[in-house]
T-cell receptor
């Protein structure tokens, strides 16, 4: 079954509000990636985190990898309508044959 | 630019038909993947391949098979399509044989409807 869960499943915000999505794995991950899928589009890579406790920023987006390497978060400051889409985390499992497992996704809607 | 091309954007097939979904990438990537995407379930890995003629089962391989005869092409086969295989199918590729710590590039997706 699904071993990488994301919450919330859906969020609707007003433009200018902040947004956070959380990603939780049942197993330790060797690294985590984040992707964005625009409506009608395909997932596009945003960033990868590798180290325990790592924090990376891309303009208004802040990505964090948990100390135990089992969870991650994406925070968007002051959302814009261009942020609309579904955000997926994807983890590489640390046990067994490595494969990229995607989370359930968080769909973000931003109203002007 | 990396290009991952899926043969069809939309497909409608009948129950029991054998269905082939084709994916081609032009960047000499070793790794290729097939996912299906369903609302609320995210992307679930069906099969992946890290080299020609090599394949590994993902999380939901039942009812599917794959073929990788050439490095650039990875085919997903539904031996006998069923209505519960109606879904969006996404192909992806990435660099580095056997490793998954590089970004994956996705095709545009094939929306398959089985009636």
């Amino acid at each position: 079954g699904q071993q990488v869960m994301q919450i919330p499943q859906y969020q609707h915000v007003q433009e200018g509000e902040d947004f956070t999505t959380y990603c939780n794995s049942s197993t330790t991950l060797s690294n985590i990636q984040w992707y964005k899928q625009r409506p009608g589009g395909h997932p596009v890579f945003l960033i990868q985190l590798v180290k325990s406790g790592e924090v990376k920023k891309q303009k208004r987006l802040t990505f964090q990898f948990g100390e135990a390497k089992k969870n991650s978060s994406l925070h968007i400051t002051a959302t814009q309508t261009t942020d609309v889409g579904t955000y997926f985390c994807a983890g590489v499992r640390n046990t067994g044959f490595q494969k990229l497992v995607f989370g359930t996704g968080t769909r973000l809607l931003v109203s002007p | 630019d990396v290009k991952v091309t899926q043969s069809s954007r939309y497909l409608v097939k009948r129950t029991g038909e054998k269905v082939f979904l084709e994916c081609v990438q032009d960047m000499d990537h070793e790794n290729m993947f097939w996912y299906r995407q369903d609302p609320g379930l995210g992307l679930r890995l069906i099969y992946f391949s890290y080299d020609v003629k090599m394949k590994e089962k993902g999380d939901i391989p039942e009812g599917y098979s794959v073929s990788r005869e050439k490095k650039e092409r990875f085919s997903l086969i539904l031996e006998s399509a069923s209505t519960n295989q109606t879904s969006m199918y996404l192909c992806a590729s990435s660099l580095h044989e056997g490793r998954f710590d590089t970004e994956a590039f996705f095709g545009q997706g094939t929306r398959l409807t089985v009636v």
